[in-house]
């Protein structure tokens, strides 16, 4: 990924900075062998909102968009202070434990790496999911659709 582009995804990733995780949706694949049944994390997604500022409303939030992740083509990690909560190659019922605890976190802000569009997607309490785009496979590792044009997503490859 060339520095524009870097800058570019960067900048569009502020649409949702500071925005509340409010669903967090978790594809695991399983595929059955014979003797042999992996099942691992295919793919991501995080839905986000922020608080509305009209106290009358009955609508307190307005969806912001959402971050997706495949894990098929990134390598995916969740950390805390350094240390490792959950990576994507760990078992269906650990990933699909911590990846739960993210719904009501913030999203403070994204840091992407040029060239190899790594990210680490830094919640407000010191967690930090890091995306490694940089693994040797081909495809869109992770992307932002906004909540106005879904089929239109911002991707990193």
Same mark, same amino acid.
């Given at each position: 990924?060339?520095q524009g582009?870097?800058?570019?995804?960067?900048?569009?990733?502020k /649409?949702v900075?500071?925005?509340e995780?409010?669903?967090?949706?978790?594809n695991?694949?399983?595929?059955f062998?014979?003797?042999?049944?992996p099942?691992?994390?295919?793919?991501?997604?995080?839905?986000?909102?922020q608080?509305l500022s009209?106290?009358?409303?009955?609508?307190?939030?307005?969806h912001?968009?959402s971050?997706?992740?495949?894990?098929?083509?990134?390598?995916?990690?969740?950390?805390?202070?350094?240390?490792?909560?959950?990576?994507c190659?760990?078992?269906?019922?650990?990933?699909?434990?911590?990846?739960?605890?993210?719904?009501?976190?913030?999203?403070?802000?994204?840091?992407?790496v040029?060239?190899a569009?790594?990210?680490?997607?830094? /919640?407000?309490?010191?967690i930090?999911l890091?995306?490694f785009?940089a693994?040797?496979?081909?495809?869109e590792?992770?992307?932002? /659709?906004p909540?106005?044009?879904?089929?239109?997503?911002q991707?990193?490859?």
């Open positions: 990924m060339m582009a870097t800058d570019a995804l960067l900048q569009f990733s /649409l900075w500071n925005s995780i409010w669903r967090v949706v978790v695991v694949q399983h595929r062998e014979h003797g042999y049944e099942s691992d994390l295919d793919s991501l997604r995080l839905d986000l909102r608080l009209n106290p009358g409303s009955r609508i307190k939030h307005r912001v968009g971050v997706w992740f495949d894990a098929s083509v990134c390598g995916l990690r969740l950390e805390r202070t350094g240390d490792v909560i959950v990576a190659g760990d078992s269906s019922d650990k990933v699909l434990t911590q990846f739960r605890g993210l719904v009501g976190k913030t999203l403070a802000r994204v840091d992407i040029s060239p569009g790594d990210a680490d997607f830094v /919640l407000e309490d010191g930090v890091r995306c785009a693994t040797g496979r081909f495809g590792s992770w992307g932002i /659709l909540a106005e044009n879904a089929a239109a997503p991707a990193a490859s």
